[in-house]
C-alpha cells in the first residue's frame, strides 16, 4: 500500500510546528517533525504532535454521529443518534424561539482557543444572529499582554527579532518555551538555544524550575502572583541608577517623568518582602538586562493570571521599552500581517455592529472591545439571571467544567442552562451536560486558515489529507449550515470551502496556491527609517503614561497600589499557609486529549509538586494521594517531590479529568485544579481572575 506525505501544522499548542502525516490507506499511521521545508518545526520533548495527533485521529472513542441526550440533565445523561438535519433544526428552532421571546442577547456563542477559522466563524454568527454574547478565554489568555503592548507601542503585534546576533540578554518570565508554543512574543526554542550558544546571558522568573532555569545566569522564584509587583522592583532599579536608555526615552516616551515619579512611593525592601525575591538578586537581574541591551524580556501566560494582569503586562512593555530594546536589530520589533483577511473585519459584516451596551459584560470595557465576554461573567450571569437570563449556550472547541476558574460554580450554571449544544471531538465533562452533541472534525480532516495566535502575525495553510470519522464536520462547517438554517445565508458560503479563498483576497492567491507557500511571514519594521509608522499611538511615541487609558477608567500607569492588588484578594493565613501556582503539564495542553492513551502512558495522573519539607511536614511521601484544600474546596492529587520549589508553594496540575472514569461525569471535581480557584473578584477592564498565589493547605 502507498503512503502518502503530507505536510501540514501542529495544531495542539501555539508554536504550530510544520509537520508531516504519513497516511497509509486513508489512516494516518505516523506523525514526524519537519526538517526539510525550512519551516519552523521546534518539536517539544514531549512530542506532543508526533504522539497525540495520530492516535487522536485514529481513536475509536471520536465523536462520529449527532447525539440528542435522553433522560435527565446530569450525571447518567444517555445519548442517541440523529441525523444533521434533525441537529440543525433543533438548534436553530431553539435559538429562533428565544430569540423572539427574550431577544438574541439569551443565547451565548461559547468559544474556546482557535486552531483554525472556526472562532471566526462563531464570532460571525454570533455578530449576525444579534447577541453581543460571545465568551472565550480571553479574560486570562492573550488579551492582557496585547492590550498591554497595544497602548505601550500602539499594536499587538510586538515581537521578537529573528536576527539573533545583535541579542545581548534574554528574560524567560512566567513561561516555558520548550513545551508551550514558545514566548508570547514569538522567542521559540531553537532561536533562545542560537542565542545562548553565542553568549547571550538569560533570566528565569518562574516559581518552577523549568528546562532553562538549569541554564540561566539568574533564576528568580517569586512569591507566584507578585510578578507586577517584582516588575515595578526593577523598573526601580533601572532608573534609579540610569540605566535606561537616555536617549530612546528622551526621544520616544510619553510619560517617563510620571512613572520615575511613582517609583519615589515604595522601596526595594516592600518589593522583596512581597515577592520573596532578595532586593539583591531583584538589582543584579535588571542590570543585566539594562546593561546586556537590546535584550527580549519573553512572557507568558502565567503573567495573566491574576487581577493585576493587564498593569502587570504593561510593566514587562515598559521593561523592554525604557532599556532602548524595542524597534531593534536583536531586541522586539514591530510587525503586521497585510496579505489576509483581518478577523475582526470577518466578525463583523457590514451593516452588523455588535450592541456592546447590551453584553452582560458591558462594563468590563476592554472585554467588550476586544468581542469577548469573560468566562466567569457567563455564569454568575446564568446563575442570578442578572442583568438578564442566559437561555442557551453553543459550546465549540471548549471545556468549561474542566478549564473555567470556580468550577462548582460553573457546573451549577450549566445544570442550569437552558439548552446547550456542544461541538467536540470526544466526549468530555461538558459533553455530558448537553442536549446536543455534535462530533467535529480537527484539521487535516478538513482544510483551513491557521492564524492563531493573532499577534504573531503567522497565517499557515493547513490542507485536508484524510476524511474525518464518521459524519463529524469541521466547526467551519456547523457554523456556516446552522446560518442557513437560521435565514443568515447571505452572509456565510454556499460551501465552507469557500471562504478559504475569501480569506486570501488580499495576497492575491488562491488557497490552492497557497498550499505551494504554506505560510505568510508577518512584515517586520525597525525604528530606525520607520520613525513615522512604527509606534501607532496617539502621540506617536511609546506611551509609558497611556491617556488613553485613563479616558477609559484604568490606571494610566503600572501603580504599586494596582500590583499589590493580586495579594489583597488572596493572602495567606494560619488556616491556608501554603501558596499554589496553576501548573500545565508539559504533555497535554489544557484540558485536551486526555483520552491518548500514549501520552496517559508517561501523565497517568495529576501530580502536585511539594517541596520534601513541605511533604515531610503534611506526613506525605512521592507517589502518595495528598489532599489539596482551599477556601473554596478540596481536591486531590498525586504527591511528586520537587527539592527545588520555595517550601511556601505547592504545584498542582491543570485540567485533569478521567475519561476512563465512566461515572460522575468522569470524575471532572477529583482532580480538578478550579475546584480551589475563586472566580471573583475579577479586574473591571479585562475580566481577569486570580488564577495563581491562592492559599491553600495539604494533608493526607
Known amino acids: 500500500m502507498t503512503v502518502t506525505q503530507n505536510v501540514f501544522f501542529c495544531f495542539l499548542c501555539g508554536k504550530h510546528c510544520s509537520l508531516i502525516a504519513y497516511v497509509e490507506d486513508g489512516q494516518v499511521v505516523k506523525v514526524t517533525g519537519d526538517k526539510t521545508s525550512g519551516i519552523h518545526s521546534d518539536v517539544c520533548p514531549d512530542a506532543k504532535g508526533p504522539t497525540t495527533i495520530p492516535a487522536t485521529y485514529n481513536h475509536p472513542d471520536r465523536l462520529k454521529q449527532p447525539l440528542k441526550r435522553i433522560g435527565p440533565k446530569g450525571q447518567e445523561a444517555s445519548f442517541v443518534p440523529i441525523s444533521w438535519d434533525e441537529a440543525l433544526d433543533a438548534i436553530a428552532s431553539k435559538m429562533t424561539i428565544l430569540k423572539e421571546e427574550y431577544g438574541p442577547e439569551s443565547v451565548a456563542m461559547i468559544l474556546g482557543e482557535p486552531k483554525g477559522l472556526e472562532f471566526a466563524f462563531g464570532q460571525r454568527l454570533a455578530t449576525v444572529f444579534g447577541t453581543p454574547n460571545v465568551i472565550t478565554p480571553g479574560c486570562y489568555c492573550g488579551v492582557q499582554t496585547g492590550a498591554a503592548n497595544q497602548f505601550t507601542f500602539g499594536t499587538m503585534m510586538v515581537n521578537a527579532d529573528d536576527s539573533i546576533e545583535e541579542t545581548g540578554v534574554v528574560m524567560i518570565w512566567g513561561n516555558n518555551p520548550r513545551h508551550i508554543g514558545g514566548t508570547f512574543n514569538g522567542m521559540m526554542p531553537k532561536e533562545l538555544d542560537a542565542r545562548l550558544a553565542r553568549g547571550c546571558k538569560l533570566i528565569v522568573i518562574d516559581p518552577g524550575q523549568i528546562d532553562y532555569a538549569k541554564k540561566a545566569d539568574i533564576w528568580i522564584r517569586p512569591k507566584p502572583g507578585m510578578d507586577g509587583v517584582l516588575a515595578l522592583g526593577m523598573i526601580k532599579v533601572i532608573i534609579e541608577e540610569e540605566l535606561y536608555d537616555k536617549k530612546f526615552v528622551a526621544e520616544w516616551t510619553v510619560g517617563f517623568e510620571d512613572l520615575k515619579a511613582h517609583m519615589t512611593t515604595f522601596t526595594l525592601d516592600e518589593i522583596e518582602r512581597e515577592t520573596w525575591v532578595p532586593r539583591a538578586q531583584i538589582a543584579e537581574a535588571a542590570r543585566m538586562f539594562a546593561i546586556n541591551k537590546p535584550g527580549i524580556l519573553g512572557s507568558g501566560n502565567a503573567l495573566e493570571g491574576t487581577v493585576a494582569a493587564l498593569q502587570t ?253 493580586a495579594k489583597q484578594v488572596a493572602n495567606e493565613s494560619d488556616d491556608y499557609p501554603l501558596i499554589l501556582t496553576n501548573r500545565k503539564e508539559t504533555g497535554f495542553m489544557l484540558s485536551g486529549y486526555r483520552v491518548d492513551q500514549g501520552m496517559r502512558k508517561r501523565y497517568p495522573e495529576a501530580l502536585v509538586e511539594i517541596h520534601p519539607e513541605t511533604a515531610a511536614q503534611a506526613g506525605v511521601e512521592e507517589g502518595d494521594m495528598v489532599n489539596i484544600e482551599t477556601r473554596k474546596g478540596r481536591i486531590a492529587q498525586k504527591v511528586r517531590i520537587n527539592p527545588e520549589l520555595d517550601p511556601r508553594v505547592i504545584m498542582p496540575a491543570f485540567g485533569w479529568w478521567y475519561p476512563e472514569e465512566k461515572t460522575n461525569l468522569y470524575e471532572w471535581r477529583k482532580s480538578n485544579l478550579n475546584i480551589l480557584v475563586d472566580g471573583y473578584p475579577e479586574e473591571l477592564s479585562t475580566g481577569a481572575v486570580q488564577l495563581r498565589g491562592i492559599p491553600c493547605r495539604i494533608y493526607k
Not at 452588523?352 to 455564569?379: C, D, H, M
Open 313 to 565: 503586562c504593561r510593566a514587562v512593555s515598559i521593561i523592554n521599552g525604557l532599556t532602548g530594546s524595542v524597534g531593534v536589530p536583536g531586541g522586539l520589533v514591530i510587525k503586521e500581517q497585510n496579505q489576509f483577511y483581518r478577523p475582526g473585519r470577518f466578525y463583523f459584516p457590514k451593516g452588523f455592529p455588535r450592541q456592546k451596551e447590551n453584553s452582560i459584560a458591558s462594563e468590563f470595557i476592554l472585554a467588550v472591545g476586544s468581542a469577548y465576554v469573560p468566562t466567569q461573567t457567563l455564569v454568575n450571569t446564568i446563575l442570578t439571571d442578572q442583568p438578564y437570563p442566559i437561555r442557551f449556550g453553543f459550546f465549540s472547541v471548549t471545556n468549561p467544567l474542566s478549564t473555567y476558574p470556580d468550577a462548582q460554580a460553573t457546573y451549577e450554571a450549566l445544570m442550569k442552562l437552558e439548552y446547550m449544544v456542544v461541538a467536540d471531538i470526544f466526549h468530555t465533562p461538558t459533553t455530558q451536560l448537553a442536549d446536543l452533541v455534535l462530533p467535529a472534525a480537527l484539521p487535516g480532516e478538513h482544510a483551513t486558515i491557521a492564524y492563531w495566535p493573532a499577534w504573531l502575525g503567522y497565517v499557515k495553510c493547513d490542507p485536508k489529507f484524510i476524511d474525518p470519522p464518521g459524519e463529524a464536520w469541521s466547526d467551519m462547517k456547523i457554523f456556516n449550515e446552522l446560518a442557513k438554517k437560521l435565514g443568515h445565508g447571505q452572509y456565510f458560503w454556499e460551501d465552507v470551502n469557500e471562504v478559504l479563498d475569501f480569506m486570501l483576497e488580499p495576497s492575491g492567491l488562491s488557497f490552492e496556491e497557497f498550499k505551494k507557500t504554506r505560510i505568510f511571514h508577518p512584515k517586520k519594521y525597525y525604528l530606525k527609517g520607520n520613525e513615522d509608522r512604527i509606534f501607532k499611538t496617539p502621540s506617536g511615541k511609546m506611551e509609558i503614561y497611556s491617556a488613553q487609558m485613563q479616558s477609559m477608567g484604568i490606571a494610566p500607569l503600572p501603580y504599586y497600589e494596582e500590583m499589590i492588588k
